[in-house]
């Protein structure tokens, strides 16, 4: 069989066969104009093409040409029950870039695929993959869009990875000294524009569930869950160890826990209450300061301790009640004062006429 196969392709090249004549190999019935069936006891390769010219020229060992229109005609459609195609390349001593497989394709119009993979059926399905070496990528990565927003954009809508509806996944781990990143961004900007080395955006609005735009989680006391170096900018409000707003947006910062700080600059300076030292201000006599401290036992103008039990201590607007006070206190010294020392000339005048009249 061997023999007259052998014979068969010899003669090939001199056959002129018309359009309406077929040749069969191993079947009476060819569906094509040449059909070669194997054998059922042959383990032998069905066609077998080999170059052995040695010069530089680009010789192909097998040439399929299909276009009957633009759009239409498959160049080689192959089946395969390991592999569909399969593509070798051993390169030897060649100094430039050799391929496995190449594709191209080129045109003025539509849509152009270079490689097209499907897979479907299997317990896990994956149209492409990439064994030993680099992937080198020299224009856009579109996954889930055919947008070019940036280098890489990727788009997962209504698709759900596992437990999660997750656009794109990163994991590293690593066992030596070397610094492990997870993701590693590096932007830089010498034009006008803004640079941002990460820029996100978030929207939840069909749930009532929370929205992050930054999440980040440290699984140990030692780490940090966001380390920043230089300015930090929060539109916003901050909370630190507390989810909740219980005061409706008035405070920027909110704290469930203690602070501890070197110096802490409060700016309400417009109401400072050097008012007192005015002298128009109306210092509340001390009988009726007396009376007020015995029927609502505290002091005019300062929240009660219930107050302050319920809403919090406001340090500011504190600070700036007890300067009232302590500024009246100083003015009823001042006034104690001056009655001392009228209480003191009234005596050493009286000591005086008592020591003259004894004379």
């Known amino acids: 069989m061997k023999i007259y196969l052998s014979f068969l392709f010899l003669l090939l090249p001199f056959l002129l066969i018309s359009q309406t004549e077929r040749v069969g190999i191993n079947t009476s019935l060819p569906s094509t104009i040449l059909h070669v069936n194997g054998e059922s006891n042959n383990d032998d390769h069905l066609i077998y093409a080999r170059v052995n010219w040695s010069g530089a020229f680009d010789v192909k060992a097998l040439e399929g040409h299909s276009v009957p229109q633009a759009g239409f005609g498959i160049g080689i459609f192959s089946t395969g029950g390991y592999k569909g195609v399969y593509g070798f390349n051993p390169g030897g001593n060649y100094g430039g870039t050799s391929y496995g497989v190449h594709g191209n394709a080129t045109g003025t119009a539509g849509i152009r695929v270079g490689v097209f993979g499907s897979a479907s059926g299997g317990s896990t399905n994956l149209a492409g993959k990439f064994g030993a070496g680099d992937v080198l990528i020299e224009n856009d990565l579109r996954v889930g869009t055919s947008a070019n927003t940036g280098r890489a954009h990727i788009r997962n809508q209504n698709k759900v990875f596992g437990s999660n509806a997750t ?83 008035i405070y920027a910062l909110i704290v469930n826990g203690r602070i501890i700080s070197e110096e802490v600059l409060i700016q309400n300076s417009n109401s400072w209450p050097d008012y007192v030292f005015d002298e128009s201000y109306k210092l509340m006599p001390l009988k009726e300061l007396e009376k007020s401290i015995k029927a609502n036992h505290h002091l005019p103008n300062i929240p009660p301790a219930s107050q302050m039990e319920e809403e919090g201590i406001p340090i500011g607007e504190i600070q700036i009640k007890m300067m009232e006070k302590i500024e009246e206190l100083t003015l009823y010294i001042l006034q104690q004062q001056k009655e001392i020392d009228g209480l003191k000339s009234a005596m050493h005048n009286l000591a005086n006429q008592n020591e003259t009249g004894h004379e």
């Open 167 to 249: 656009a794109m996944r990163v994991e590293s781990s690593h066992n030596g000294s070397q610094s492990t990143y997870g993701l590693l961004v590096s932007a830089s900007n010498s034009g006008t524009g803004a640079t941002y080395g990460v820029f996100s955006t978030v929207s939840n609005t069909a749930s009532t569930a929370s929205a992050y735009g930054l999440y980040t989680r440290a699984l140990d006391t030692k780490d940090w869950g966001l380390y920043s170096i230089g300015r930090n900018y929060i539109s916003g409000d901050l909370r630190i160890n507390t989810q909740d707003d219980p005061y409706n947006g």
